[in-house]
């Protein structure tokens, strides 16, 4: 007898069934299965590789230690984005690192274009990696001269000592310190472009051409000592990430074939190699115990400093350190892919993508600096020109709007905050992928959960077993044992490990399939059995008010049960139960107290749903879906605001891809997760979602207080230089003050 397609079985079925309650009627495909279609393009985390191939010609990352402001990203921008063979152009300002898509053979053309605009462009080395370069340290001492010089001639104007006195010493500053600020200028200038560097030379050349030596000379020592500073704070946000590098091992030690052990450099290590860990050590690379047990302080992946205790079999992780005992593991993955490796690249690529209020920012400093560009040129010519007022005066007014004209305090208040709060989210075990998320935060209204392995467990255990038909006990386990045995889903593994622990004989399972939010099926000894949910007997028609009754009742305890049944009766009733999470009550309030709402999507039944929701304390539980219905779901919810999903990343895929911040758990083992999801949480504590929450608002208020901050500072000083107050070394002094102030304030978030 041949086995029956199991769509028959069914299809036979449904023809007689009666619709019942909506909870059972359903008119899906049960096989279906949402495509990769919608989930997120995967990053390539594979970090800075050499020129590849790509649709529009070659892609090549070059990296430009002097590009780290947006005054260079529009010099560049400029310069390559008219050249015919670049197609596009992508800035990582914080990694200086510009990407360039260009015809093959263009790309010597490309990297002379960059050298004429005063920069030293890197290609990657053969390895494909663009090696760290640290810039030489700049001597101090003709800035610290210059400086000397500048008060000299301050002083000396105040002293009325003659006027060449002044006038010698501000320009010795000028000269001193001015050098790199010309020549960026004037390349600047050639290439058509109002930047920075350009207005401050020119504001300060216009103000030696009128006699103010030493505010000149004031202004531009206080001009690079500021640039200095600036770069030192950038510094600071931009090796955040990166010293979590630097808390794995250089070297590890090696078994050798003839088995003695040595010490090598961890990233000589292959794949499959055996490495020896002592107490106290840090883990040097990502692999597999094979031998001991120990406990292992994870906190440089997962932000938990709690101990994790691990033994033969589990994986360990590049970074973390070993508290106790000594083991063995098999190295699973080679330096530069482990998963520490991993989320670095993926947090630096999220630096390189622009988030809302950055790009809001840059439109507006390309609107901003020209417009108080010619406000200033009208300033120093019409009230002459018109009123005939003094030449003198209204020039040196105009010379303090250029220097105000300068944006950078705006701009680079934004980058820096993100990349801090990116960096800061990293050290909680939380990977952001984009500032995208990190500023959407904010808004979060509806969080919806996945209750298998989200907020319980994931790990059910059988609970009841009732036999329902004249059968045999021991037979009907070996049917169910044999069915669920076939099974990954965590309901099927219940059943199959309690019946294993009783040591009941499996069968041969033929024409095997897994139902979607059904159950399974499969033929043994020819004759056609399920196990599965309600639903499914309902579907088969099998169902009876009785069998309903009893379902519910256990279905209240938040139990889940599944029913063994043949093509003419149901058999038996299993029920098994998940344990919900220590930390999900305490996360979910957390949420509520943070204003976010919150609602569970199962495909488990109702009832086990609200007994679930109701423990852990969640506003709605929505039970009985199917991956569709999820998704579908979570649109509706999204309509109301910002929606969150959180789920393991595996089966959630669709579901996490639809929500406007996609969150996965337990992403340190599992590299999907790490890749698709918006956010992936590096353990399974929910608790980082309120973390993430907090922390999104933190980067908000700094972007808001930032933005207004340098934009009041700026109108002060225009309105205060109009009235005829404001002198030049005054508004450098706002302009830099206001940098040094935002950028701080930025960094402040590295703290949190
Ligand atoms: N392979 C299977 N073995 C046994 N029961 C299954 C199987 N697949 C589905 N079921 C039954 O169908 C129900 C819904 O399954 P589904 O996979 O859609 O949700 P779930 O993963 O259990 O829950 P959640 O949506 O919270 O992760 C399960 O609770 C279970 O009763
Ligand atoms: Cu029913």
């Known amino acids: 007898m041949t086995p029956a397609e199991p769509e028959h079985f069914f299809v036979k079925n449904k023809v007689a069934a009666v619709p019942q309650e909506t909870v059972c009627s359903d008119e899906h495909d049960h096989d279906r299965s949402c495509g990769s279609c919608c989930a997120p393009a995967s990053i390539n985390l594979t970090g800075l590789t050499a020129s590849e191939t790509v649709a529009e010609g070659m892609c090549t990352p070059i990296r430009i230690m002097q590009m780290d402001c947006p005054v260079e990203e529009n010099l560049i921008r400029k310069k390559l984005g008219n050249m015919a063979a670049v197609k596009s152009l992508e800035f990582n300002l914080m990694q200086r690192v510009l990407t360039v898509v260009h015809e093959p053979e263009a790309l010597e053309s490309v990297l002379e274009a960059i050298r004429s605009l005063g920069f030293s462009p890197e290609l990657p080395d053969t390895s494909g990696k663009l090696t760290t370069a640290k810039e030489p340290a700049k001597s101090w001492w003709p800035l610290a001269l210059s400086g000397l010089f500048a008060l000299s001639s301050e002083i000396s104007s105040w002293m ?95 078994l050798e074939p003839d088995g003695s052990w040595r010490e090598m450099e961890a990233r000589a290590v292959e794949v499959g190699r055996t490495v020896r860990v002592k107490p106290g050590e840090r883990i040097g690379l990502d692999g597999k115990i094979i031998r001991g047990n120990s406990s292992v302080n994870q906190a440089p992946i997962t932000g938990e400093s709690l101990p994790v205790e691990k033994s033969e079999g589990d994986a360990v992780f590049a970074g973390t350190i070993n508290e106790s005992g000594s083991f063995e593991y098999q190295v699973t993955a080679a330096a530069s892919n482990t998963t520490l490796a991993r989320i670095i690249h993926a947090v630096e690529e999220a630096q390189g993508k622009k988030a809302p209020t950055q790009r809001f920012v840059d439109n507006f400093a390309r ?45 680079i208040s934004t980058p820096v905050t993100i990349v801090s709060g990116l960096a800061v989210a990293a050290r909680h075990g939380i990977l952001i992928k984009g500032g995208v998320y990190l500023e959407e935060g904010h808004k979060l209204t509806w969080l919806a959960l996945d209750k298998t392995g989200t907020i319980t467990h994931g790990k059910p255990a059988q609970t009841d077993f009732e036999i329902l038909s004249d059968v045999n006990a021991v037979r009907c386990r070996s049917l169910a044992a044999s069915l669920s045995g076939r099974s990954d889903h965590p309901v099927s593994r219940a059943i199959a490990a309690a019946a294993a622990e009783v040591q009941t004989p499996v069968f041969a399972v033929e024409s095997f399939e897994a139902l979607a939010g059904r159950g399974v099926y499969g033929v043994i000894d020819g004759k056609k059995y399920a196990l599965g ?66 609602v569970m999507l199962t495909g488990d039944n109702q009832f086990t749903a609200d007994a679930i929701a109701q423990q852990v304390g969640i506003d709605l539980a929505r039970g009985d879906l199917l991956p569709e219905d999820k998704l579908q779901a979570v649109e509706s919810f999204g309509q109301e605001g910002v929606v969150g999903m959180v789920g393991d990343g595996i089966n959630d895929a669709p579901a996490l891809a639809r929500a406007h911040i996609g969150f996965a758990m337990g992403a340190m083992g599992t590299d999907t997760a790490i890749e698709t999801a918006d956010v992936a949480l590096m353990d399974d504590d929910l608790n980082k979602i309120p973390t993430f929450v907090r922390l999104s608002r933190a980067t908000r208020s700094i972007l808001v207080q930032n933005i207004s901050l340098a934009l009041i500072i700026k109108s002060v000083f225009l309105i205060l230089t109009l009235v005829g107050l404001g002198t030049m070394w005054m508004a450098v002094f706002a302009d830099v003050g206001a940098s040094l102030l935002v950028v701080g304030n930025g960094l402040r978030l590295l703290r949190k």
């Open 160 to 254: 009325d000592f003659p006027e060449w006195s002044a006038a010698l010493l501000g320009i010795l500053a000028v000269a001193l310190s001015g050098v790199s600020t010309y020549k960026k200028g004037w390349i600047a200038v050639r290439n058509g472009n109002m930047n920075i560097n350009a207005l401050m030379s020119i504001a300060v050349t216009g103000a030696l051409l009128i006699g103010q030596w030493p505010e000149a000379a004031m202004v531009m020592v206080l001009f690079t000592i500021a640039e200095l500073i600036e770069a030192k704070s950038l510094d600071r946000a931009r090796n955040a990430i990166e010293g979590l590098l630097k808390l794995v091992p250089e070297t590890v030690t090696v």
């Open 367 to 411: 609107i901003y600096t020209p417009a108080v560009f010619i406000v200033a040129l009208l300033v120093a010519i019409l009230p002459p020109l018109v009123a005939g007022a003094d030449w003198h005066e209204w020039i040196y007014k105009a010379l303090v709007l250029l220097v105000i004209a300068c944006p950078c305090a705006l701009v």
């Open 533 to 598: 949910n309600h639903r499914l007997i309902h579907d088969l028609n099998l169902c009876t008010p009785a069998y309903e009754a009893q379902i519910e009742a256990l279905e209240r305890l938040g139990k889940t049960v599944v029913l063994l049944a043949d093509e003419h009766r149901v058999l038996a009733l299993f029920a098994v139960a998940d344990t919900v999470k220590e930390s999900s009550h305490a996360a979910i309030g957390a949420l509520h107290r943070l204003g976010v709402k919150t």
